[in-house]
């Protein structure tokens, strides 16, 4: 089952440019991650951030986490080609669920 | 080693046939998951081992039957699938504190005809 809705669904920036992706979600939970898909691949790891934290950083990622709004948004800085895929927010509560997810496409 | 393997990449199957799919890693992680992913869709949770036993099924049908033979493998049986079962289906590993991420598999797609 679906946690939440990502917006927008789709994103198209030039490359240097900054991506932002939001994220909301409906549960309590533990923890929220972040995660990449390069086109019907295996998803990547980016970034965790727990739900006592309300921001962190890793390279050109950001991620923000409001737990009294139930949101969180992903911060990509100085976009790169290589960054398009599509990125996936997902709730940790006892079991990851994935968000709707962001199409990200970054032209050169 | 921080890589989860699946074989097959691709699989085609009949509705009458029985196949498995395999997924390894050797990370130590305690937890492994299967995920199925539709088109254009997020992943879905299937099934959650952790210590070698199922604690969650997600009320997949009884078509799909997990395995957990021992910490590093995980197989997904499959028997009698619809058209519909047709999707990339993706492993996952993860320590089971929850301070990682998880670790997932290039993923197997499924093609049944």
């Known amino acids: 089952s679906q946690q939440g809705e990502e917006d927008p669904q789709a994103l198209s920036i030039q490359e240097g440019e900054n991506a932002t992706m939001n994220c909301s979600y409906k549960?309590?939970?533990?923890?929220l991650q972040w995660y990449r898909q390069n086109s019907g691949r295996g998803l990547v790891h980016l970034i965790l951030?727990?739900?006592?934290?309300r921001e962190k950083h890793s390279g050109r990622l950001r991620v923000t986490l409001d737990t009294s709004k139930k949101s969180s948004s992903l911060l990509i800085t100085a976009s790169r080609a290589a960054d398009t895929a599509s990125y996936f927010c997902a709730t940790d509560a006892s079991k990851l669920v994935f968000g709707a997810g962001t199409i990200l496409r970054v032209k050169s | 080693d921080t890589e989860v393997t699946q074989t097959p990449k691709h699989l085609v199957m009949g509705m009458t046939n029985k196949k498995s799919l395999k997924c390894e890693q050797h990370m130590g992680h305690r937890a492994m998951y299967w995920y199925k992913q539709k088109a254009k869709k997020p992943p879905e949770l299937m099934f959650v081992?952790?210590?070698?036993?199922?604690?969650i099924n997600e009320s997949v049908p009884s078509r799909f039957s997990p395995e957990c033979p021992n910490s590093s493998l995980l197989n997904l049986h499959l028997h009698a699938l619809q058209p519909e079962d047709s999707a990339l289906y993706l492993c996952?590993?993860?320590?089971?504190?929850?301070?990682?991420?998880?670790?997932f598999g290039p993923g197997t797609r499924l093609t049944v005809t």
């Open positions: 951030i727990r739900s006592n934290e």
């Open positions: 081992y952790s210590y070698e036993k199922l604690s």
């Open positions: 549960t309590s939970i533990n923890n």
């Open positions: 996952a590993s993860s320590p089971l504190a929850g301070t990682q991420g998880y670790y």
